[in-house]
């Protein structure tokens, strides 16, 4: 079998089984979060385009992009091979007739589908429901598929990072809290190319940026994450995602083929 078609059979698997578990329905519900906010921001600002669109880039896109997207691929990323360790599975799978890489990889699709799903229904639900009165502005639209894309290639890097700090670490949800929510956060307002160390560097790249006056602080458009940017050039922001995505899942696939796991006394 080759590793394509194994990787196939697990991520049909797991998708789904990962839909029916609880862990999706938290998630699905906190991604309700943006919904209620742009009815909010709907029912309060109504004929207030500007201050709608503001809610979008401010509150919205923060939430997706700094929590949302980085708690789903934590908790789903380094659940690809700790869940069958803890749960005493992993037998189960590397008995069978399946490459170990394909293991991962299958999991790392299937969940990564998941967290795609819920992220682009949160997000397309609230922002048209704050756009309701552009729909007809067929520039609305590439807007929105813009900031999806930024987003989905965000859980593919962020999902590549965890699935490799799970194959890698015991108990990686703590060192992954520690970088998704400190390093990610912190380092990104570093001056120069500090910031580049950092995951969330390139995905603010590839976000509308139009550069502030010297001496203003920050660009204009998504001025909160925009806030110290010095972004790289959209062209190299997606390859490095691309590669950095490639180069962490092969590690992550290596590391599962050649480590022992012990099951979890």
Do not use: C
């Not at 998630?27 to 921001?41: E, T």
């Not at 934590?74 to 659940?79: I, P």
Request: aromatic share 14%; hydrophobic share 55%; no cysteine.
């Amino acid at each position: 079998m080759t590793l394509g078609s194994a990787a196939g059979r697990v991520f049909r698997f797991f998708a789904f089984l990962g839909r029916r578990t609880g862990r999706t329905r938290v998630f699905a519900v906190l991604g309700l979060i943006p919904v209620a906010l742009a009815v909010v921001a709907r029912m309060f600002l109504h004929g207030r385009a500007g201050l709608m669109a503001d809610v979008f880039t401010e509150i919205l896109m923060v939430f997706f992009l700094q929590f949302y997207i980085v708690l789903l691929a934590l908790f789903f990323g380094t659940s690809v091979t700790s869940e069958e360790v803890e749960n005493r599975t992993l037998s189960y799978l590397i008995t069978r007739p399946l490459p170990k890489p394909a293991v991962v990889l299958g999991k790392y699709a299937a969940y990564s589908t998941l967290i795609a799903v819920l992220v682009a229904a949160s997000l397309a639900v609230s922002f048209f429901i704050l756009n309701a009165s552009r729909l007809g502005e067929p520039g609305l639209y590439a807007t929105f598929l813009r900031y999806l894309g930024v987003l989905l290639l965000g859980v593919l890097a962020y999902m590549a990072f965890f699935t490799f700090l799970g194959a890698l670490l015991k108990r990686a949800v703590v060192l992954g809290l520690v970088f998704g929510f400190g390093w990610e956060n912190v380092i990104q307002y570093f001056p120069g190319s500090t910031q580049k160390f950092s995951i969330v560097h390139y995905l603010k790249s590839l976000l509308p940026y139009h550069p502030a006056p010297v001496g203003a602080g920050g660009g204009r458009g998504v001025a909160l994450l925009l806030f110290r940017l010095e972004p790289t050039k959209p062209l190299a922001a997606v390859l490095i995602l691309t590669a950095l995505t490639a180069a962490l899942l092969a590690l992550a696939g290596w590391l599962f083929r050649t480590k022992e796991y012990l099951p979890e006394d």
